[in-house]
């Protein structure tokens, strides 16, 4: 069985595996890593430039790949660079061997300029990663003179067999910091350790981009809270249908503010809360464990991130109570409205029964009226033609014939207005 029988995205997920792949490091190293917020044009487009410029540019007409390695030289050290095209944003990693300073972040930076410069100020996290071998054991206070602002939080990982730290400030240059101290690690685990803290930075950055949104929500939905209260009070105090209707154009209206607010924050809040938990992944995954003297970088994340988090949290919550005290006030005045509607239509239904009763009786006695002229035609008729006729003895009198025509033509007229009304169509 070949491959035609596979599934048209078989090879796809399977690429998705690999991702988020580590690059193997071997200590020294440096490792310099951006992402920048994009479209997923814009991001195919960075690709394909970042291809480019290290000399493999895609085919023509086929798109970049999301994501891929590539081995190349940066100022004459070998060096690696790693590319992820994930859903708003591309990231870039370069691994260069050794350690050179200046002329090391110099090229980078060039080859980075290159490729990013087009998408403009969307730049989220900057990382630079310096990774050595361990020398000693660890010392607080020389760790934080590592860094510029002469602070860092740091621990233990992976079981004793590294060092980690980090400053969580953005220097002049526009990066933050990192430095990683090796004991034990293979290359491929060291390579591992690095991505988890590449993905901590970038994800850390991303799970806060919900946070000023949420805050102007939360803003946005106490107005809105106060606009349902007093809606349903005026749905209590409400007297007439003129008012029930004012009442529900103040619903519609909120209703399609909030309609406005969630769609608005759907996508945001949900991207936020999943990289949280990425976050949180990616430090349980560290295994630290504590340096007298230093703040772990798990704990120092997590009470700073957690209440971003929980922001976002409280915010989309709040976002589907105000929805449902909205069902909940609509739903009292359709039944309000629904009550008033049922009343009216059992006035409206005796009123016609009235009328329908009053027009049965009058057309009894237009038909009684319409029988007795009648009558009085035929038996004047009746009478006319008696008086034509010679008198002949034995017959009775022209009076006594025309007392009997009486009720004879009324009843036949009766008879014939009966068979009438029954068999005329409606």
Not at 122 to 151: M, S, Y
Not at 273 to 292: D, Q, T
Not at 395 to 405: C, D, E, K, N, Y
């Amino acid at each position: 069985m070949g491959m035609e029988s596979d599934h048209p995205l078989r090879g796809v997920l399977m690429q998705e595996l690999h991702s988020r792949m580590a690059l193997p490091l071997a200590a020294p190293a440096e490792v310099f890593h951006v992402t920048y917020l994009c479209t997923p044009a814009e991001g195919t487009a960075g690709a394909a430039r970042l291809l480019t410029v290290l000399g493999s540019p895609p085919a023509t007409d086929a798109e970049a790949p999301r994501y891929g390695v590539i081995a190349t030289t940066i100022a004459g050290r070998p060096a690696q660079v790693k590319w992820e095209h994930h859903t708003e944003f591309l990231s870039t990693s370069v691994a260069v061997s050794g350690t050179d300073g200046d002329a090391t972040r110099l090229a980078v930076e060039t080859l980075l300029d290159g490729v990013f410069a087009p998408m403009g100020p969307r730049r989220l996290a900057a990382v630079h990663i310096r990774v050595e071998p361990a020398d000693g054991a660890p010392a607080p206070q020389a760790l934080k003179a590592r860094f510029p602002t002469g602070t860092c939080a740091g621990a233990v990982v992976n079981g004793g067999e590294a060092l980690v730290a980090l400053d969580f400030h953005i220097d002049d240059d526009g990066y933050s910091r990192a430095l990683i101290q090796n004991w034990g690690l293979t290359n491929d685990r060291l390579g591992r350790l690095v991505q988890r803290i590449l993905e901590i930075e970038t994800y850390r950055a991303a799970a806060f981009l919900a946070f000023p949104q949420a805050r102007e929500t939360m803003a946005a939905l106490t107005d809105m809270e106060r606009r349902l209260e007093e809606t349903v009070g005026r749905i209590r105090d409400s007297k007439t249908p003129a008012e029930d209707r004012a009442i529900l154009d103040s619903l519609t209206n909120l209703a399609v503010d909030l309609g406005h607010l969630v769609t608005r924050n759907r996508w945001r809040f949900g991207a936020s809360l999943a990289y949280g938990e990425i976050v949180n992944e990616r430090l349980e995954e560290l295994r630290e464990e504590r340096i007298p003297g230093l703040q772990r970088v798990g704990l120092f994340l997590k009470r700073r991130l957690r209440p971003g988090i929980r922001t976002v949290e409280a915010a989309a919550r709040l976002q589907g109570e105000l929805a449902a005290g909205m069902e909940r006030a609509q739903a009292s005045l359709r039944t309000r409205v629904d009550v008033g509607l049922s009343s009216q239509s059992a006035t409206l239904l005796t009123s016609l029964d009235r009328n329908s009763s009053m027009h049965v009786r009058i057309q009894e006695a237009v038909e009684a009226l319409s029988i007795v002229g009648i009558t009085y035609y035929l038996v004047s008729l009746v009478e006319k033609v008696m008086h034509g006729l010679p008198e002949t003895e034995g017959w009775p009198s022209t009076s006594r014939i025309v007392a009997i025509a009486v009720p004879v033509c009324a009843g036949v007229v009766a008879i014939a207005a009966r068979w009438l009304r029954r068999n005329m169509p409606h």
